[in-house]
């Protein structure tokens, strides 16, 4: 541990300034002597200096006396055992940290730097007020034993585990009911090694649900920003039920193919979310923006709102950019989704439903977006028929109202639009202006639509389908639509 204090510092020149006052006109050696004594006294007595003075000669910032300070207070691994060997297990090491960093919880909180090693560890929990910082080369690497890592009751909005019944996985890093996280560096790692996972799930050999590499939950004030996550087990990051969350300048990757369920950040039931400047690379969707599953969702009643991701660029060959759902039976509601760029994906900007869901989609707009080499670049699907049990509500259907798509632009999308309502879940108030959205090759049924209401203003490409009212650039009703049930829904790609 060190401070930010500098007592024996002072202490050093002032017993110099003392020392060469008095014996200024005495011999050269007696005061060398006496300096070299004072000098002993203090590499005694004073530990850290000698680190300092280590750091100084040297220049080892191995020490990690260079990393930022964010706390009044910072550790490392190895003082709690830790060793970053990539061979030794450092749960334990891990969890005497965090419990020796609840107790400064009172006093501004401490941080934890990861110097330069491999750091296997199993899963543990996060404590409140506290910082991980990752050096650059430091990798927090998973243990991919899976008896290793902990069983936790299903999500309430979810009532069973997503993939399996019963309960499910925790997650490598996680966290509950807490205030003020930060985990940070200089673009250092979180490795989850999900391979074996992978392999596992595709085989059909686990008996429970994959755990996210991080997952926060019923917490807020959280930061992640400045690292790079890579290989999650499933999701990667998954704020539950959370408030005042900023994911900023991370990198997300998982291989493009073969790592299913790979999302990159998926935002649950949270509010006020901020993800910027980041770059995702991932097996299936980039952003997931969720609030729990059909009667589960509807009864835990906990929206996704005030969502704001910009900056962002997302490559999902698999899935998609941006989604919103399939799980939205809570709501989800004012997102904005603004300078995002989306390039070589199965889809571009979705939002997934179905019957049975209830809840909303409701204020979503999405401005300054580049879509290119996607298949579907714009979808709403409302047929999306997974449900948890058979205890879902039929008829509890969702409300998709008030969307607007405002400056899309991109080259070499096959087809460009599909909103696809029905006349169970018809699609409301989609608006679209500024639109112009390169085409792979020329093909009909570049926007297809399907029982939808809204309008177009002004120029839009490729051609809207007949289903929207179209406006004028000064916002004047041109024609009206008499056709906003017709279905031209083109399932080829
Ligand atoms: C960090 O690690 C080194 C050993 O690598 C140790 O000597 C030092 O005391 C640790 N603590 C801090 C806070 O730097
Ligand atoms: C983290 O805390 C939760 C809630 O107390 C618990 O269920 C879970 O087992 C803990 N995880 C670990 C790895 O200790
Ligand atoms: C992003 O992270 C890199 C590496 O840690 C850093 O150099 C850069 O300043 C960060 N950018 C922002 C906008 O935070
Ligand atoms: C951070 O590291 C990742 C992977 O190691 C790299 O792709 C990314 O460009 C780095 N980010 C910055 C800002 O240096
Ligand atoms: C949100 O969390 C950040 C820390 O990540 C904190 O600085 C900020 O004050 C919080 N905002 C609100 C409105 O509480
Ligand atoms: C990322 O790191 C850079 C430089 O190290 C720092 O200036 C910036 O504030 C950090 N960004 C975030 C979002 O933490
Ligand atoms: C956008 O994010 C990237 C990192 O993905 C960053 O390098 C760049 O500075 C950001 N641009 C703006 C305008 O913030
Ligand atoms: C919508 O979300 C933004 C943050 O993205 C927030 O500033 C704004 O106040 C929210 N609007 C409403 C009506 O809550
Ligand atoms: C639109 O988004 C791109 C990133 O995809 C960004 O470079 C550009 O500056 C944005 N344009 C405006 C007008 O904000
Ligand atoms: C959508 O925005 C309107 C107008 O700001 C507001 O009245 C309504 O409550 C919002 N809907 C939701 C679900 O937040
Ligand atoms: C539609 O949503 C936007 C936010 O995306 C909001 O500002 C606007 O008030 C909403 N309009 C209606 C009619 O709810
Ligand atoms: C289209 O279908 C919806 C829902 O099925 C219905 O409410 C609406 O009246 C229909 N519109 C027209 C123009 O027929």
Redesign the pocket.
């Known amino acids: 541990?060190?401070g930010t204090g500098s007592s024996s510092g002072r202490f050093l020149s002032q017993q110099s300034v003392r020392g060469l006052l008095s014996l200024v006109s005495a011999h050269r050696i007696v005061f060398t002597v006496l300096w070299s004594l004072v000098f002993a006294f203090l590499v005694l007595s004073q530990l850290r200096s000698v680190?300092r003075l280590r750091n100084l000669l040297w220049g080892n910032n191995?020490?990690?006396?260079t990393l930022p300070l964010y706390r009044p207070v910072?550790?490392?691994l190895?003082?709690f055992g830790g060793v970053g060997d990539g061979v030794t297990v450092n749960t334990e090491a891990f969890k005497r940290a965090v419990a020796a960093i609840s107790k400064f919880e009172n006093r501004g909180g401490a941080q934890l730097?990861l110097?330069p090693g491999r750091w296997l560890t199993g899963p543990f929990n996060l404590t409140s007020h506290m910082t991980i910082f990752l050096d650059q080369h430091a990798v927090i690497l998973g243990i991919t034993d899976e008896k290793q890592w902990p069983l936790m009751p299903p999500l309430p909005s979810y009532g069973h585990g997503r993939e399996l019944k019963g309960p499910r996985y925790g997650s490598l890093i996680q966290g509950q009911n807490l205030v003020d996280v930060v985990i940070t560096g200089n673009n250092g790692t979180i490795d989850g090694q999900g391979q074996p996972w992978w392999t596992k799930f595709r085989k059909r050999s686990l008996s429970y649900t994959r755990g996210p590499l991080v997952q926060l939950m019923w917490s807020k004030d959280i930061k992640i920003s400045n690292i790079t996550l890579k290989n999650s087990p499933f999701w990667t990051v998954h704020p539950y039920d959370c408030k005042n969350v900023t994911i900023a300048n991370v990198t997300i990757l998982t291989p493009v193919f073969g790592a299913p369920n790979t999302d990159g950040i998926d935002p649950d039931s949270c509010e006020d979310v901020v993800i910027e400047d980041c770059y995702i690379r991932v097996g299936d969707d980039g952003i997931a923006i969720k609030s729990g599953w059909d009667q589960y969702g509807m009864k835990y009643a906990k929206p996704s709102t005030n969502i704001l991701i910009r900056n962002v660029t997302i490559c999902s060959l698999v899935s998609a950019g941006v989604s919103i759902g399939s799980e939205m039976s809570g709501g989800v509601s004012n997102v904005t989704v603004e300078n995002v760029r989306i390039w070589s994906s199965r889809r571009g900007l979705r939002i997934k439903t179905a019957a049975g869901r209830g809840g909303y989609v409701r204020n979503i707009s999405y401005r300054n977006v580049s879509l290119d080499d996607v298949r579907v670049g714009i979808v709403i699907k409302t047929d999306y028929n997974e449900h948890p049990d058979d205890g879902f509500d039929p008829t509890a259907i969702p409300n998709i109202d008030n969307i607007t798509y405002d400056g899309i632009h991109g080259e070499r999308v096959q087809v460009p639009v599909r909103l696809q309502g029905s006349e169970d879940v018809p699609v409301k108030g989609i608006s679209f202006h500024d639109m112009s959205i390169g085409l792979a090759y020329v093909k009909k049924h570049h926007f297809q639509c399907s029982f939808v209401e809204g309008r177009v203003i002004g120029s839009v490409y490729p051609i809207p389908c007949d289903n929207l009212d179209r406006y004028d650039e000064h916002g004047r009703l041109a024609m009206r639509s008499a056709s906003q049930n017709v279905s031209d829904i083109d399932y080829y790609m």
Not at 62 to 65: K, N, R
């Open positions: 541990m060190f680190e191995l020490l990690g006396a910072a550790f490392n190895t003082d730097n110097l």
